[in-house]
Structure formats: structure tokens, C-alpha cells
């Protein structure tokens, strides 16, 4: 089982930064009938060099690595090894990742593995196994984390090891394919299962990694009574609507919570407009970040760039936000047109694509890929850049770290946000190397 990652001396990804145990394929080996020996491969701690005799691969993909995932692809089936892959992409394209592979499935994996299991070994492996129904949260078994890689960890950060409490998204956000892959449905496990998941991991600390965690307040609330005694230290990603609820904060606080990656998409209202889950907000994002720091939590403010209501100023308003508000670490990235999405449908149908199959070619991360509405090409690439250099510079750093009171940060917090910073500088500053192949495009619409 294998989960790829960019290899190439242009690979720069937050993984570098903050290196999280995956859940997907330990899930996969825990539901996978007696009598298999399985293997997991982790690319993002060491490349697949496992020269063994294997009779099958299961390749997890997601777009961004596609060209990675189909070249490990053909390499094992130049040698005779039947290949397997899964995940969001091969969901939303089976047909072209059945050109690198011998069979796809398509949606949560966890219901069709064990069928496919015994089929490859009888020799009657399907080339499509297409999940009827979501997967049941209740009864999961825990995954086979014995089985992950036991690389050193050379991140800026602790080694997170993963759990997951919930599934499926009730927002429709035009950019995002969770709700297609994982249903509309918000499904949570129940609790004494999680509780237990945690009890049985000897790492003491923790990510969640929930599309939307605590959606559910009082299932939230529960979890993290239960969670307090248990002594571990956390973090997750979530919306700004958190903060509403300051029973619910206190709770997060005491169970071990660290930090957050608050997804704020965009400071322009406009773009916020748009998006149905900051729309609803019954806060504003000032005082959000005000209760997170109350707290002592560590705010990771997530921004993206590239919307059709955006214009060239949203750079600067980005960085006076940051600063502003003492933003613990931010996330900057540039708006991604996935296959499955409806952003990606438009855009391809307004043609303002640049390359409509751009994950088939060897793009460094951080590319613009498709016409901007607002500002042009070329005003995009400078504008994102200068905001990169800026909100990243030591001296910003240095101010940001002082939005939390010192005395409401624990030592192991202090190391996490620092660690952030510098991974984060380091994998920004190396993407303002790359060249933006588009630049020079003319402004659409």
C-alpha cells in the first residue's frame, strides 16, 4: 500500500513542515481478510524502494500527486504486479487512472476492500469496484498503525499521529469535492470508540483530521469532556463558527488543544459572501481570533487566492489581517481547480483554463492555472509573492508570535508554532524560485 509524493528537487508542501501519520491506508489493512501480508509505504518519509515480491499494490492518489501515483503505477505493472488505486482522484477520473492501473475504486474504500482482496487472489479482480453506500462510522475498526513506517521524523514539528471522529460535509463550496467523495451527510463516530482509539495510540500528541471538526456541538462537547483525563495535547483544522461557542472553546482547550487551521479563505467580503459557511457566521472574524487567542489557541489562518471577486488589493488587506490579528502561522495558497468540482467545470467551460489536465504535467506547487477575473496574471504573481516575502519575513514572525499571551502558551506550543514558521517560510520562499509558466496571459471575463 502506498501513498505517494512528489519526489522531484521542486517537491514543497506543508508535509515537510508537519508530518501527520495518514489514516487511509492503516484503515485498508485493518478491514483486510486473514492471511495477506501487508506492507505500507509512506513517500512522504522515505521513496518506494521496496524491491520485495508483491502480488498486489494499492496506490492511494490525489491530484496533486496523480503523475507520481501513475508513475509507480506503470513501474509495477512493467513487472507483472497487478495495481489497485483509490482515493479522490481516481473517484472523480476512473477511466484515466485505469490507464496507469488495473483496477479503480471509486468513493470511501473501506466497504468493497475485502471483496477486492479475494478477488485478486482468486484471479477475478474487477476493473471498477464502486462504493454502493458511505462508509458506517460505528464499529470502525482501529487502523493498523503498527504497520505505518517507522521513519525518524525530520519535520519542524512533533510526528502527529492522525485520528479521525467525523466524515462529510454539509457545505457546498464551489472549489472543494469532499461533499462529492464523502457525502453531504455529517456523520460522526461514537464517542467511547474514539475515546478508545485515542487510549490505544502511545503518542501523546494528536491531529485530527476532520474536514469539519466538532460540527456537531453537543457530539463535540462530549468528546472533549472524555478527552481531558486522557492528557494529550492536539491540534486540527476547523471553521471560524468554533468560536462561537466559547462552552465549546474551553472544552477544546482543556482536552489538549494547541492549535487550529482556521480556513478564512478571504478577507474580502465579496469572496466571503460566496462561501456558505463563512456567510452564516455569527462572528466576525476579529473577534473569532480574539476568543481562539483568549483561550491560548493557536490560530493557522488558511487564505487562498484567485477568486472571481478578488482584485489586486486583497494582497496587502491579507497581510494587515495577519498582522492585525497576530495570526499564529498562515497558509497561503493559490486557488486550485480540481476535476470533480464545480469551480472546475466552469472554468473549463468559460475556457479559462490554461491546461485543462494540468496534474498530467510536472508543475511545482504554488502555480496559478487558470485566468484570473480581478487582476491579471502578471498582477497576481507579484501581488502573492510580495505578500509571501512579507507576512514571512523574520520580523513578522517575530510580531505574530506575540498574539497569544506567552503566559497562555505551553512549552510544546511554543515548539509547534516556531517549527510552523520556519517550515512554512522555508516551502513559500522556495516556490517564489519557480517561475509562474502563465504570466503574461491576458485578463479574461
Known amino acids: 500500500m502506498i501513498a505517494p509524493h512528489d519526489q522531484s528537487e521542486d517537491s514543497t508542501s506543508i508535509g515537510g513542515t508537519f508530518k501527520v501519520q495518514r489514516l487511509s491506508l492503516p484503515l485498508l489493512a485493518a478491514v483486510t481478510p486473514a492471511g495477506h501480508r501487508i506492507t505500507i509505504v509512506d513517500e512522504t518519509f522515505a521513496p518506494d524502494e521496496v524491491d520485495e515480491d508483491v502480488d498486489l499494490v494499492g496506490i492511494t492518489v490525489m491530484t496533486d500527486l496523480a503523475q507520481r501515483a501513475y508513475h509507480l503505477g506503470d513501474r509495477y505493472r512493467r513487472r507483472g504486479v497487478k495495481v489497485v488505486m483509490g482515493g479522490i482522484h481516481p473517484t472523480v477520473l476512473p477511466e484515466e487512472s485505469l490507464e496507469h492501473a488495473d483496477s479503480v475504486v471509486a468513493g470511501e474504500a473501506e466497504e468493497v476492500w475485502p471483496r477486492l482482496v479475494s478477488d485478486a487472489a482468486s484471479g477475478q479482480m474487477q476493473k471498477l469496484y464502486r462504493a454502493g453506500k458511505i462508509t458506517d462510522l460505528k464499529h470502525m475498526p482501529h487502523p493498523r498503525r503498527d504497520l ?44 467511547r470508540d474514539v475515546i478508545a482509539e485515542i487510549e490505544s495510540i502511545d503518542s501523546p500528541h494528536l491531529f485530527f483530521v476532520d ?84 483561550e ?16 489586486k488589493d486583497v494582497f496587502d488587506q491579507t497581510y494587515e489581517f495577519s498582522m492585525t490579528h497576530r495570526l499564529d502561522a498562515v497558509q497561503l495558497g493559490i486557488l486550485a481547480p480540481y476535476p470533480g468540482t464545480r469551480l472546475y467545470e466552469r472554468l473549463l467551460k468559460e475556457g479559462r483554463l490554461f491546461e485543462p489536465k494540468w496534474w498530467l504535467s510536472a508543475y511545482p506547487p504554488g502555480i496559478l492555472l487558470f485566468q484570473p ?6 498582477e497576481f504573481a507579484d501581488g502573492f509573492a510580495r505578500l509571501n516575502r512579507k507576512v514571512y ?27 510552523l514558521n520556519l517550515g512554512l517560510r522555508k516551502s513559500y520562499f522556495k516556490r517564489l524560485s519557480f517561475s509562474q509558466p502563465f504570466a503574461g496571459a491576458p485578463l479574461t471575463g
Open 148 to 191: 505505518y513506517p517507522g521513519a525518524a521524523n525530520n519535520g519542524y514539528t512533533p510526528f502527529g499521529s492522525a485520528i479521525e471522529t467525523s466524515r462529510g460535509c454539509p457545505y457546498d463550496c464551489e472549489f472543494c469535492s469532499v461533499g462529492r467523495i464523502m457525502g453531504h451527510q455529517y456523520r460522526h463516530r461514537p464517542i
Open 211 to 294: 474536514d469539519t471538526l466538532a460540527l456537531n456541538r453537543a457530539v463535540a462537547k462530549e468528546l472533549f469532556t472524555e478527552m481531558i483525563p486522557l492528557r494529550r495535547l492536539w491540534v486540527g483544522q476547523g471553521g471560524v463558527s468554533l468560536a462561537e461557542d466559547l462552552e465549546l472553546l474551553r472544552l477544546m482547550r482543556r482536552s489538549g488543544c494547541l492549535g487550529l487551521l482556521i480556513g478564512f479563505e478571504s478577507v474580502q467580503k465579496q469572496t466571503q459572501y460566496e462561501m456558505q459557511k463563512i456567510r452564516k457566521l455569527k462572528i466576525s472574524f476579529s473577534e473569532a481570533v480574539r476568543r481562539f487567542h483568549g
Open 296 to 311: 491560548g489557541i493557536a490560530v493557522l489562518g488558511a487564505f487562498v487566492f484567485g477568486s472571481d471577486h478578488e482584485n
Open 373 to 378: 477575473r480581478g487582476m491579471t496574471p502578471d
Open 393 to 419: 519575513s523574520f520580523g513578522a514572525i517575530i510580531r505574530r508570535f506575540f498574539g497569544i499571551s506567552p503566559w497562555k502558551r505551553t512549552a510544546l506550543g511554543c515548539h509547534v508554532i516556531a517549527g
